[in-house]
């Protein structure tokens, strides 16, 4: 090998490993990865939320801004908006407008499950009951969380209703209202409805029959 090459290969070296000492030395020891070449173990696309929700700026450190896509990426190079549309809710996150229009209103999405939409998303942070997840107690505002106070059902214009629930949220919905449990609405249940039929508003699963009509 010519002394150049060897020269070459120890500086790449050298820049790799400061590279993940830079990482290693300023992130919180709890952040699991190879300090050689700085890749996190396999299993870090399911944990990584419940260390960033801890303190965010361990993630910065490596990462970039969690706030600017065009900030992002750091010293890794890997930004955080390559797979999430968001990283941090907006600043008017808590307007009802803004996190219950997003959350029930909207359909999950199956193209980018990292979209904040739909009440799966929310149970990802909240809960799968939304009071017992890494962050904020759904109910710390909402008593009757995730639904808003009553009239849950009311019809009045502009006011909440679990009408405007988009139908794609029905799975989340029938962790308390299967076979019109928690609701003072029952489904119509007949023989000739199959077991194992996947939760939907209109299929006798939930509150309602299939001679229900929006």
């Known amino acids: 090998m010519s002394r150049t090459r060897l020269m070459a290969g120890s500086c790449f070296a050298m820049v790799l490993t400061l590279l993940a000492w830079g990482c290693a030395g ?3 020891k709890a952040v699991p990865f190879n300090a050689t070449t700085g890749v996190h173990p396999t299993t870090w696309i399911q944990d990584h939320w419940a260390e960033y929700v801890k303190a ?7 990462h970039g801004s969690t706030d600017d896509p065009a900030q992002a990426g750091g010293i890794s190079g890997w930004s955080c908006f390559k797979c999430h549309t968001a990283v941090n809710h907006p600043d008017n996150w808590a307007l009802p407008t803004q996190h219950g229009r997003l959350g029930a209103q909207a359909a999950p999405n199956a193209a980018n499950p990292m979209a904040m939409v739909g009440f799966a998303h929310c149970a ?6 939304f009071d017992n997840g890494l962050t904020v107690s ?3 505002c909402h008593t009757t969380a995730p639904h ?3 009239p849950w059902t009311g019809k009045t214009v502009g006011a909440p209703s679990h009408v405007q629930t988009d139908l794609a949220n029905a799975v989340q ?11 003072t609405l029952k489904p ?6 199959p077991l194992g ?3 939907g508003c209109f299929n006798n699963t939930l509150c309602h029959g299939t001679n229900i009509k929006r």
């Open 188 to 193: 119509l249940i007949t023989a000739a409805d």
């Open 148 to 150: 808003p106070v009553r």
């Open 124 to 129: 990802k942070c909240h809960g799968s009951t």
């Open 173 to 183: 919905c029938a962790k308390c209202h299967t076979a019109g449990a928690s609701s």
């Open 26 to 28: 300023t992130a919180s």
């Open 138 to 140: 759904c109910k710390s």
């Open 197 to 199: 039929t996947a939760p």
């Open 56 to 62: 965010p700026a361990q993630c910065r450190t490596c």
